[in-house]
């Protein structure tokens, strides 16, 4: 009674008979696929190869879906590397006031 947080012993009695009930019409519904050992070897294709045609089907990472494109035109390298000395003061950055 403490898992299912049931606070009386009919509460309980109902729900494990609700339980049965619901196990009982699950196993009547599967019941006809049923088949033997051998029966479920012979249900497939022996050239079937489930693990390749898992990899085929398995999702691919995003990334892999763009398209390459040139859009830098020049050496990237001159973008990381830019000059900031003549933006800055060495007595500090100015500060303007609007009247």
Not at 28 to 57: C, G, H, M, V, W
Not at 59 to 72: S, T
Request: proline share 5%; charged share 35%; net charge positive.
């Amino acid at each position: 009674m403490q898992l299912t947080g049931l606070k009386t012993r009919k509460e309980a009695i109902d729900y494990a008979l609700s339980q049965a009930e619901r196990a009982a019409k699950i196993a009547k519904l599967f019941a006809p696929l049923r088949r033997s050992k051998e029966e479920l070897r012979n249900l497939l294709d022996p050239k079937y190869d489930l693990i390749t045609l898992r990899e085929q089907e398995k999702p691919q990472a995003k990334l892999n879906n763009l398209v390459r494109r040139d859009v830098i035109v020049g050496d990237p390298e001159d973008l990381v590397h830019l000059d900031w000395s003549k933006e800055c003061s060495k007595s500090g950055p100015e500060i303007h006031l609007i009247d």
